[in-house]
C-alpha cells in the first residue's frame, strides 16, 4: 500500500475526529433532553442555549466530515459555515 499524502492524511484526521465529536455531541443532546422536563423556566433557557451550542458544533463537525470525503482541495475554513 502507497503511502498517505499530508491531504489524506488529514482527511483521515479529520474524519476521526468528527466521528468522536458527533459521539460526545450525542452525549450532550441526550442528557439535555432527559434533563428539560426536571428543570425550571430559567434554567430550560440556559438548557436551550447548551442545547444551541451543540447543534452549532454539529453543524462543524459535519462539515469537517464533508471535508474528509471531498476529493477538493479547499481549506476547512472554506467548508465551514459563516457564523457572522
Given at each position: 500500500m502507497p503511502p498517505l499524502t499530508e491531504l489524506a492524511r488529514a482527511r483521515a484526521v479529520?474524519?476521526?475526529?468528527?466521528?468522536?465529536?458527533?459521539?460526545?455531541?450525542?452525549?450532550?443532546?441526550?442528557a439535555a433532553a432527559l434533563?428539560?422536563?426536571a428543570?425550571?423556566?430559567g434554567s430550560r433557557?440556559?438548557?436551550?442555549e447548551i442545547e444551541r451550542a451543540a447543534d452549532r458544533c454539529a453543524w462543524?463537525?459535519?462539515?469537517?466530515?464533508?471535508?474528509?470525503?471531498?476529493?477538493?482541495?479547499?481549506p476547512v475554513e472554506a467548508l465551514l459555515p459563516n457564523e457572522g
Amino acid at each position: 500500500m502507497p503511502p498517505l499524502t499530508e491531504l489524506a492524511r488529514a482527511r483521515a484526521v479529520a474524519a476521526a475526529m468528527a466521528c468522536d465529536l458527533n459521539s460526545e455531541l450525542t452525549i450532550i443532546a441526550s442528557a439535555a433532553a432527559l434533563l428539560r422536563p426536571a428543570l425550571d423556566t430559567g434554567s430550560r433557557l440556559l438548557l436551550i442555549e447548551i442545547e444551541r451550542a451543540a447543534d452549532r458544533c454539529a453543524w462543524k463537525a459535519a462539515s469537517v466530515q464533508q471535508f474528509a470525503k471531498s476529493p477538493a482541495r479547499a481549506p476547512v475554513e472554506a467548508l465551514l459555515p459563516n457564523e457572522g
